[in-house]
């Protein structure tokens, strides 16, 4: 399978927003990654295929992810960017449907992710905050 792709990384200041977008569409979640240097890959955002979404604690309040389905298309729209989240964002996409987390409450993408149950990666977009 082709990989996925990313698009809309940059540069931008300390407080500045960017917007990702990813083309992925026919998932069960759809989770979007990061990894900075010398640390390890992160989940940050996740949506199911009902548009219900997860968010790490770390972007709650700052990062939004959306689908539109007719695009085929995730997107990440980042907000009060910070220097330490300066990294390589990664799109993912579990077509298998083992990402989603099971509870009575409703069903949800998991957050923190599981990399092993996301069988469809992009090649990553940089996205360098400077202070």
């Known amino acids: 399978q082709e990989p996925l792709v990313e698009s809309g990384g940059g540069s931008v200041q300390a407080g500045g927003s960017l917007k990702l977008a990813c083309d992925a569409y026919?998932?069960?979640?759809a989770t979007w990654f990061r990894q900075a240097p010398g640390k390890e890959r992160e989940g940050v955002a996740a949506?199911?295929?009902?548009?219900?979404?997860t968010y790490a604690d770390s972007v709650k309040g700052r990062f939004i992810i959306s689908k539109d389905s007719r695009a085929k298309k995730v997107y990440l729209e980042m907000n009060d960017l910070k220097p330490e989240e300066t990294a390589l964002y990664y799109c993912?996409?579990?077509?298998?449907?083992?990402?989603?987390?099971?509870?009575?409450?409703?069903?949800?993408?998991?957050?923190?992710?599981?990399?092993?149950?996301?069988?469809?990666w992009g090649r990553g977009t940089q996205v360098t905050v400077s202070s």
């Open positions: 993912a996409a579990d077509t298998v449907g083992v990402s989603v987390s099971i509870r009575p409450s409703g069903n949800s993408c998991r957050m923190p992710p599981r990399e092993r149950e996301y069988n469809r």
């Open positions: 026919g998932f069960y979640c």
């Open positions: 949506v199911d295929s009902v548009g219900t979404i």
